[in-house]
């Protein structure tokens, strides 16, 4: 073998190991506050305030995640309630209007287009109290209903964004080609082109459910502790709500609402690494 085999070698080892060393730290520095996290919620109280430094708890405990069930029940029920429609609302807006922003022409697209994404300009605190006072004008403060419809006010500019770019990639004359064996317009885009973007409307969909489950300023200030509640509000009350913190509520609470997401990633990965390949 060369010398400058030799060295090749050594430097792609070297670039091996390095690369190596790098992932591991960008995988501790994620998972470690998880794991601390996890290990808190099995802490008794009197443990939390110790003086001595420790990682496991002495005397595990299963208080604290029956004590944050209980009090996020009806929490959790609501979130998933308002994500789930968000997103079944989502698509019925979305992917229509992306697949005519995308494949078909008609006069004003370009100008209605960047309409729609002015939206995504403005930060939402400016537009969340007009949507509180006119939701609460036609009756829709705090309900679920006024909750679906608030969120496509941010999620609907920036999917059509992401999905009408899908779709405008697709081969030009797909929807051609399906009519030609027997398929109506309609049905080309239900049987062809709808098939063909699964993984972008299952990337959106994911996007959507994320933002209305933890969402925090839209829900603190459209919902009351006698309506629709969410979860992530209900941690924020468990934060903020006394004078001291009950740590392990706390912490067990924060795990409990980032498991659906967390799970529902899981699910739809391949989905999400495709579509992001393609747009």
């Known amino acids: 073998?060369?010398?400058?085999?030799?060295?090749?070698?050594?430097?792609?080892?070297?670039?091996?190991?390095?690369?190596?060393?790098?992932?591991?730290?960008?995988?501790?520095?994620?998972?470690?506050?998880?794991?601390?996290?996890?290990?808190?919620?099995?802490?008794?109280?009197?443990e939390f305030y110790s003086n001595s430094v420790q990682l496991f708890p002495?005397?595990?405990?299963?208080?604290?995640?029956?004590?944050?069930f209980s009090e996020l029940s009806d929490a959790l029920v609501n979130s998933f309630i308002i994500?789930?429609?968000?997103?079944?609302?989502?698509?019925?807006?979305?992917?229509?209007?992306a697949y005519v922003f995308g494949r078909k022409q008609f006069p004003g697209k370009t100008s209605f287009f960047y309409i729609i994404i002015?939206?995504?300009?403005?930060?939402y605190i400016l537009l969340i109290v007009p949507i509180a006072d006119f939701w609460y004008t036609i009756g829709l403060y705090d309900t679920i209903?006024?909750?679906?419809?608030?969120?496509?006010?941010?999620?609907a500019p920036f999917a059509i964004w992401i999905l009408r770019d899908y779709f405008a990639k697709l081969p030009k004359n797909i929807e051609e080609s399906a009519q030609m064996y027997g398929c109506t317009q309609f049905s080309a885009f239900v049987r062809v082109i709808l098939p063909i973007a699964a993984p972008a409307?299952?990337?959106?969909?994911?996007?959507s459910f994320l933002t209305a489950w933890n969402d925090f300023l839209m829900s603190s200030m459209l919902t009351t502790g006698t309506g629709p509640r969410p979860a992530v509000v209900e941690l924020f009350i468990t934060?903020?709500?006394g004078d001291t913190s009950d740590w392990g509520l706390i912490t067990t609470?924060?795990?409990i609402i980032g498991i659906p997401p967390t799970v529902l990633y899981l699910w739809a990965r391949n989905y999400l690494s495709e579509s992001f390949e393609m747009t």
């Open 83 to 97: 994500a789930s429609g968000t997103t079944a609302l989502s698509l019925l807006i979305i992917v229509p209007g």
């Open 118 to 123: 002015v939206a995504l300009m403005f930060p």
């Open 145 to 155: 209903p006024g909750m679906w419809i608030s969120y496509q006010l941010f999620v």
């Open 58 to 68: 002495h005397q595990p405990t299963f208080e604290n995640w029956i004590f944050a």
């Open 253 to 255: 609470e924060t795990l």
């Open 239 to 241: 934060v903020a709500g």
């Open 1 to 46: 073998m060369s010398i400058a085999n030799r060295v090749g070698f050594s430097t792609d080892g070297y670039f091996k190991f390095a690369t190596r060393v790098l992932a591991f730290l960008l995988v501790s520095i994620s998972v470690f506050p998880i794991l601390y996290t996890l290990l808190m919620t099995f802490r008794p109280a009197n």
């Open 201 to 207: 409307i299952v990337a959106i969909a994911f996007l």
